[in-house]
């Protein structure tokens, strides 16, 4: 696809080419094979629904990077990757599903035939797109070469974004405060939480003006009542109904960017419990956008928010955030940075993260999150402009 068609400019693909090498080089990597989809997204352009079957991006030390996949999705490669046409690389679909023969067989001969049957190869091991079955073949066909793990070794370049890419980001967040606003005004004792859900979708898919949304990596997280003490449950056909707390996990996508939300909405009367660990909530998140400033850690961040929590005897514990960006199911995180007691990554500007200090509690649960942007100095900026706090609702169906 000519450059000019691409998602982002030449020099942009060039930055992150430069910044992963950098990364190769430093591990002691000659060549690269990517397989998360992010990631080659990020590096090449290349974007379709193809990451159920074998597929990935090969980088060298120089050269453009190529990408390899099923052959039925080669003309798709070339749609969508700013590199020349004969940098898509295809494989016979005899290979897809096979128990005879694996598409880490053309691999490792695409491989050998660059001049990589001995090399180091870096590999991201801890990944869902790529297989047990997938290593074992190509170590079996390449055994002179050594395999080095590089699982979140191109995630971890993603980290500070671009302007480019926070434009992305920004009109995704847009898109966010369009569907969060659409679930917490339809929401309403005896509406179907699917039809609920189904105008979340309609609302993130139409965008906001001229710019389109695309589908997220994960789908609308919306449980009610006790269904909420647990994180990550979808929906449901039952009727929403009075004295039940809802959250709504939610994202706009723009060209696979995201901007996560969290708000959550009472329908009737809560109990003081939960008010004031809503307030409590809401006053750590506030803690922590100004302890999240560039130079500070990721632990800083964690223990503003979990000293405003136990103000009002909850432990919360555990991770309440993560880096995003661009991404494809299942998971709109980055799987670098933890936002926890224990992670002392230091924060630079530029880099995004979603503030997620859920609360699942016995029997109730609700979330209050925000999207961010370390900035140049000062606390993190927010991205979407929902306000902070249990929303109250109860008109009847």
């Not at 991201?124 to 170590?139: D, F």
């Not at 969060?180 to 105008?199: Q, S």
């Not at 109904?241 to 959550?264: M, V």
């Not at 955030?321 to 494809?328: N, T």
Request: charged content about 25%; hydrophobic content about 40%; some cysteine.
């Amino acid at each position: 696809m000519p450059i000019e068609h691409a998602p982002f400019s030449q020099a942009e693909y060039d930055r992150r080419i430069a910044k992963t090498r950098d990364a190769m080089a430093a591990a002691g990597i000659d060549v690269l094979f990517v397989t998360d989809p992010s990631n080659q997204a990020w590096l090449t352009g290349y974007d379709g629904w193809s990451f159920y079957v074998h597929q990935g991006v090969i980088l060298g030390l120089d050269g453009d990077p190529l990408w390899w996949g099923r052959f039925q999705d080669t003309n798709g490669g070339r749609r969508t990757v700013w590199m020349e046409d004969d940098k898509v690389l295809g494989y016979a679909d005899r290979y897809v599903q096979s128990a005879t023969c694996h598409p880490m067989e053309d691999l490792a001969e695409r491989l050998r035939a660059i001049g990589h049957e001995k090399a180091r190869i870096g590999i991201e091991l801890e990944n869902y797109y790529y297989s047990a079955k997938a290593h074992m073949v190509l170590n079996a066909e390449l055994p002179n070469a050594t395999f080095v793990d590089a699982t979140a070794l191109v995630n971890w370049q993603r980290g500070v974004k671009s302007d480019e890419e926070m434009i992305f980001i920004r009109k995704a967040a847009k898109i966010t405060e369009k569907i969060v606003n659409v679930a917490l005004e339809r929401a309403r004792p005896g509406l179907r939480k699917n039809e609920l859900v189904a105008e979340i979708c309609h609302a993130g898919l139409m965008g906001v003006d001229d710019d389109w949304g695309d589908y997220p990596a994960i789908v609308p997280l919306t449980p009610s009542g006790l269904d909420a003490a647990a994180p990550h449950l979808t929906w449901n056909g039952n009727e929403m109904k009075a004295g039940e707390c809802t959250f709504f996990e939610l994202s706009g996508c723009y060209r696979r960017y995201h901007a996560p939300l969290c708000r959550s909405i009472f329908l009737g009367k809560p109990p003081q419990t939960m008010l004031d660990a809503s307030e409590a909530l809401t006053a750590g998140l506030n803690a922590r956008l100004d302890a999240a400033r560039a130079g500070n850690r990721a632990c800083d961040v964690a223990n503003a928010l979990n000293g405003e929590l136990a103000k009002v005897g909850i432990d919360r514990g555990g991770r309440c955030g993560y880096p995003i960006g661009l991404s494809y199911p299942p998971d709109w995180g980055e799987r670098t940075v933890s936002i926890r007691p224990s992670d002392e990554t230091v924060l630079h500007p530029g880099m995004t993260f979603h503030f997620m200090p859920g609360l699942w509690m016995d029997g109730w649960g609700l979330e209050t999150t925000e999207t961010i942007v370390i900035a140049e100095s000062g606390p993190a900026e927010t991205l979407c402009n929902v306000e902070r706090k249990l929303f109250l609702g109860g008109a009847s169906a």
